[in-house]
């Protein structure tokens, strides 16, 4: 079966760094992709890696390793509006294809 | 922010009665999705649609069924609803084209509706 296992909470204080891990388990696996949620509001992707290796986006990095079917998000300097859930979420074949999504970690950041 | 709505926002239902919440875009995008969102399962795939009238079931479509008759327009339907159904409901949306999906096929998610089933 397919599963995406990340942890369920992390707490951090702001301008701290944080990661947030994730492997997989799944039938096939073209990409990794993370979504970050704010509570009460919708999912909004921040990244995608299909390839080994970091990828950056400003504060955001993410990290993908295919052989140890492990990724994390790597969040710096942390800001108190960066406190959110962040799932990861597999793209299992090239083409077009659905998502499998995580259950989500709930990243706390204090002051 | 991709132009996606979501109707009604809210609802609260009984037991055995039939619910149809609505999603519309305004971005022309091939794909569209709903997934239901629960505490600690994260978001899971209800049903998608790949085209007008092309749909296909996700992980967890038993009690759901969808229509697509128009591009802008994705409807999911509960027939007869239960309280295990109570849930938040997302809509999202991806381009076809590969060159502006990006190699992550990108999401684009509505605001979601709560739904309530007593």
């Known amino acids: 079966g397919q599963s995406l296992e990340q942890p369920s909470e992390v707490t951090a204080v702001e301008g701290a760094i944080v990661q947030i891990n994730c492997t997989y388990q799944t039938s096939g696996f073209y990409g990794l992709s993370w979504y970050q949620q704010h509570d009460g509001g919708a999912p909004t992707f921040l990244s995608y890696n299909a390839l080994d290796g970091l990828e950056e986006t400003g504060r955001f990095s993410s990290f993908l390793s295919r052989s140890d079917s492990y990724g994390y998000l790597l969040l710096q300097e942390l800001q108190m509006k960066d406190s959110a859930s962040y799932f990861c979420a597999v793209r299992e074949h090239s083409g077009y294809s659905t998502l499998t999504f995580g259950k989500g970690t709930m990243l706390l950041v204090s002051p | 922010d991709a132009g996606i709505t979501q109707s009604p926002r809210h609802k609260v239902t009984e037991t055995g009665t039939p619910v149809t919440l609505r999603c519309h875009q305004t971005?022309?995008?091939?794909?569209m999705y709903w997934y239901r969102q629960d505490p600690g399962h994260g978001l899971r795939l209800i049903h998608y649609?790949?085209?007008?009238?092309?749909?296909d079931k996700g992980e967890v479509s038993d009690g759901y069924s969808v229509s697509r008759s128009k591009t802008e327009d994705f409807l999911l339907t509960l027939e007869s609803a239960t309280s295990s159904q109570t849930s938040v409901y997302f809509c999202?949306?991806?381009?076809?084209?590969?060159?502006?999906?990006?190699?992550?096929?990108?999401?684009?998610f509505g605001p979601g509706t709560r739904l309530t089933v007593l």
């Open positions: 649609s790949y085209g007008v009238k092309d749909t």
């Open positions: 971005e022309n995008h091939r794909y």
């Open positions: 999202a949306i991806s381009e076809s084209n590969p060159i502006l999906a990006g190699e992550g096929n990108e999401q684009f």
